[in-house]
C-alpha cells in the first residue's frame, strides 16, 4: 500500500519561503513521475508541479519562476521549495504520483494528511 507524507508547511509572510517534502513509500518511487498539488478553502484541487523520473520539471503558470520542485530518489522523497510566497498560495499541499496516460491528473485518489501552507499578507 503506497503511502505519502507531507510535511514542512507552516505560517508564513507575503515573500517568504518554505520547503515542503513528501516521503512515499510502498511503491518504487524512482518509477514515476511525482506531482505537487494544492487545495485553497472553498476551491478545487489544483496541479502545482511535475517531475518526472529522469528529472524534467512542469510548473502552474501562477508559480512558475517562483516554486521549484526536486526529488532524491535515494530517500523517496520529493520536495517543493516555494519562494516568494503570495497570500493566494495559501492551500493544503499534497503530493502524489501522476498518471502516466492522464498527465495531468493523479494515478491514485488514495491522498495523504497533506501539510497546510499558510501566507499571511
Same mark, same amino acid.
Given at each position: 500500500q503506497v503511502q505519502l507524507v507531507e510535511s514542512g508547511g507552516g505560517l508564513v509572510q507575503a515573500g517568504g519561503s518554505l520547503r515542503l517534502s513528501c516521503a512515499a513509500s510502498g511503491t518504487i518511487f524512482s518509477l514515476h513521475t511525482m506531482g505537487w498539488f494544492r487545495q485553497a478553502p472553498g476551491k478545487q484541487r489544483e496541479l502545482v508541479a511535475t517531475i518526472t523520473n529522469g528529472g524534467t520539471t512542469n510548473y502552474a503558470d501562477s508559480v512558475k519562476g517562483r516554486f521549484t520542485i526536486s526529488r532524491d530518489n535515494a530517500k523517496n522523497t520529493v520536495y517543493l521549495q516555494m519562494n516568494s510566497l503570495k497570500p493566494e498560495d495559501t492551500a $493544503? #499541499? #499534497?503530493? =502524489? +504520483?501522476? =498518471?502516466? $496516460?492522464?498527465?495531468? +491528473?493523479?494515478? %491514485?485518489? %488514495?491522498? /495523504?494528511? /497533506?501539510?497546510? $501552507?499558510?501566507v499571511s499578507s
Open positions: $493544503v #499541499y #499534497y503530493c =502524489n +504520483r501522476m =498518471n502516466p $496516460v492522464l498527465t495531468t +491528473r493523479a494515478m %491514485s485518489d %488514495s491522498w /495523504g494528511q /497533506g501539510t497546510q $501552507v499558510t
